[in-house]
């Protein structure tokens, strides 16, 4: 081929690396390198470092604190207590969920590993020194680490707001209630479940653990007192509105406060809230005139940060004889440890729970949470759904499950017998949500045929057989799930963090040499922001995917944005990039249609330039335009190629996967092998298929852990029983299963380029295929229910139980 000849319409589309394109992700050059720039990497000259004493009690009066001896510690600079913090008003700061939260212990602590005094030294090691040395005379008091006795008890946890009647989300009932939440219409739910030929009813326990990310929490304070500007560096999920937390907190003007999230290695939910040690170091700060460093171990950021889940669901699910479902009852009693920190929607003391009606068409539904104070690490809805979907896709997976043993039929033609059907899209379900697209019945029998159900079916049949025989002391199980996710919150109508309406942003500039920047409201965490939102843009104006720089992070130049998590990023920055694309693309066709000399409507836009209409050889390439923006005098139009929006979008985005995970089970060992897990996912547009892929493997992982053996687990006496990694289970390679993965495309019908969030969907539809392929193992031999995790002692104890050892 002659070098001189134009590239093709073809070479030139895949010359962008726009939507569809399995680019390699830009940021890895960086992070296999060892060249990423995490918070410890920040050092600062003259940088302090801060840590905390923490509580050995889960409950008890402190009454005293001394800290002559830790300030005797040489390189101990200062000890800050609740008495410090008092003065500024900083002693309790506000929780994202209308609660209060000590920053440090203000007369008694409410959970092990509390905060109770800051050490500011000048490294780490003074700092640990000082912490030894500090006197705290403790006064056990008892202690409530269930949920069920914790609403039944005289012990007062919450002494601050005992007398409370009323909380931020209605009526308390019990000085350790904190809400009740309900939506939907139990009387008629009541009377559809009494009516019914079947009813199946169950308590599905979603236990506690936690996201538990490679690098735990942390951050870099450094208040300049001649400019009056304090920098804070740290793990933010959100750093627009820890920048106006701060400012609200502190009295500092918004202006005046500039927060950096750098890399940051895995945030899972974890990195959402505001946490003590950010207060402490920023105060520390301004006492010392230093910039203070608060970096968690491992231990803290399992014992003291965000956990998730700790939902106990009570349902009943009804249906006619045939497996019609007709109502679904649910009442969760939500365990929210010492104060309530979860990090939802203001609306939403439960998140987005009222989703439990799955992906099925449920005529009338109810649920009710009531959520209740414990003696246990507050914080929770974290780790790959912030919004209690993953709970809500368990709980309503585990009840078709427990339907389908009542009916005796078939877990899958169950589900497909109940499915929204295509044709009823937009689709508002029992509970209110109005589902924006989806085609559950394609995608199931896509899935179902790829691993051969039926066969499977026949050989589970026939290892039965055997295993009665004592040919085999294997079982199998096959575990099915179709779940329906909730991402993309907004609209700023129902949506908002602390009166901040949940919509995102993008601001673009492209250069005069045809290259761009653009800057998003929201935060990568490892999901790969810098590679997608280029491709988003590359397809929209033109420009090379390689030649637009994606920047996030930094409040003093990113548009304001509620930041990353619930997969929000890509349902609405992703959405607000786009439309400051389109913004981008109107001005250059004027400026286009005035270089080609023709009228602003005879050009339109193709792949990388505008064409005359009609004339294809007439063109002005994104290039040429963007140059002429800047050195030509265009009538009628600004200098400069920029734009912003802000982006609120119309409603969520609801995508859906359908997975099955085929597992042997050891009935002597409880040991198991995943020997197939099938994932398919629809997430809409998809922009990037290898990132996709890498999203679902990385959930599909995390979902194992929680299935199978990860947990948050305390003692009677509140002692933190998982605080390290001989505990708490993380998956390595070892145990890691290969995955298949497929996928359906149904475009969500109101986003610019119909694309659906994805990065939560494999732990939210992972969790519930995992337990329901152990369950499934079991089910000839009459298991109903086992709560998670599916460790290989629980998974022996459920053989024992249902006597298959003889
Ligand atoms: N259709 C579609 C969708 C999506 N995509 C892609 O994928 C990713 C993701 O996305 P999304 O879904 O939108 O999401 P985002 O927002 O971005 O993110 C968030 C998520 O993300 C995930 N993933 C991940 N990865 C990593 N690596 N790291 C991390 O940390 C993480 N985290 C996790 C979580 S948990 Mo939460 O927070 O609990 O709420 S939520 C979450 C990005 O890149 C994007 O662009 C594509 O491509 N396509
Ligand atoms: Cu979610």
Partial sequence: ?????????????????????????????????????????????????????RSPYAHARVNAIRTEEALKVPGVLAVLTA???????????????????????????????????????????????????????????PVLTDPFEALQSDVVLREDIADQTEGAHGARRHHNHIFLWEEGDEAATNQAIESAEVVAEEMVYYHRTHPCPLETCGCVASMDKVNGKLTVYGTFQAPHVVRTVASLLSGIEEHNIRVISPDIGGGFGNKVGVYPGYVCSIVASIVTGKPVKWIENRMDNLMATAFA???????????????????????????????????????????????????????????????????????????????????????????????????GMDAAELRAKNFIRADQFPYTSALGWEYDSGDYH????????????????????ERVEAFK??????????????????VGAGPVKNCDIL?????????????????????????????????????????????????????????????YGLGTYGSRSTPVAGAATAMAGRKIRAKAQMIAAYLLEVHDDDVEFDVDRFVVKGAPERFKTMAEIAYAAYNQAIPGVEPGLEAVSYYDPPNMTYPFGAYICVMEIDVDTGVHEIRQFYALDDCGTRINPMVIEGQVHG????????????????????????ATFMDFFIPTAWETPTYTTDHTETPSPHHP??????????????????????????????????????????????????????
């Avoid at 030139?12 to 060249?35: I, M, N, P, Y």
């Avoid at 000590?102 to 590993?113: E, H, I, N, P």
């Avoid at 959930?699 to 998982?722: C, F, P, R, S, V």
């Avoid at 152990?774 to 460790?791: I, N």
């Fill in 1 to 53: 081929m002659n070098d001189q000849s134009p590239p093709t319409r073809e070479q030139r589309v895949a010359g962008l690396k726009g939507l569809g394109c399995s680019r390699k992700r830009v940021e890895d050059a960086r992070f296999t390198q060892g060249k990423g720039n995490y918070v410890d990497d920040v050092k600062l000259p003259g940088m302090l470092f801060g840590d905390f004493v």
């Fill in 83 to 141: 008495k410090d913090l008092e003065p500024l008003s900083l002693h309790w700061m506000p929780t994202l969920a209308g609660d209060k939260q000590m920053v440090l212990a203000d007369g008694k602590v409410l959970f092990q590993g509390q905060e109770v005094a800051f050490v500011v030294a000048t490294d780490r090691y003074a700092a640990a020194d000082g912490i030894a040395a500090v006197e705290v005379d403790y006064e056990e008091l």
């Fill in 309 to 407: 889940r700790d939902y106990w669901m009570k349902g009943k699910i009804s249906a006619t004889r045939d497996g019609k479902i007709t109502g679904l009852h649910c009442h969760v009693t939500a365990d929210h440890g010492a104060f309530d920190a979860c990090a939802d929607p203001t609306k939403f003391p439960a998140g987005f729970f009222h989703i439990c009606t799955g992906s099925y068409d449920i005529p009338v539904a109810y649920v009710g949470v009531d959520g209740v104070y414990t003696n246990k690490a507050p914080g929770g809805v974290a780790y790959r759904c912030s919004f209690r979907v993953t709970e809500a896709a368990y709980f309503i997976e585990r009840m078709i499950e427990v339907l389908a043993i009542e009916l």
């Fill in 442 to 461: 394609t995608a199931w029998d896509k899935a179902l045929k790829a691993v051969d159900y039926e066969g499977l079916r026949r050989e589970q049949a």
């Fill in 469 to 486: 025989r004592g040919e085999t002391r294997k079982l199998l199980g096959i575990g099915l799930t179709h779940f329906t996710e909730i």
């Fill in 499 to 559: 009166g901040m309406g949940m919509f995102d942003s993008c601001e673009i500039r492209v250069h005069p040499t045809g290259s761009a920047i653009a800057r998003l409201g929201t935060i990568s965490q490892g999901q790969g922001h810098a590679t997608t939102f280029a491709q988003i843009l590359a397809s929209e104006i033109g420009i090379p995917a390689d030649s637009i720089t994606i920047e996030e992070g930094d409040t003093d130049t990113a548009p």
């Fill in 699 to 722: 959930g599909l992982t995390e979902a194992l852990a929680i299935a199978m053996g990860q947990e948050i687990a305390y003692d009677e006496i509140g002692n933190h029983k998982t």
């Fill in 753 to 806: 380029i119909g694309a659906k969030g994805v990065g939560e969907s494999p732990n939210v539809g992972g969790v519930p295929a995992f337990s329901n392929a152990v369950h499934d193992a079991f089910r000839a031999f009459g298991l109903r229910q086992a709560h998670m995790p599916h460790d290989q002692w629980r998974v022996w104890k459920i053989a024992h139980d249902l006597g298959l050892h003889g």
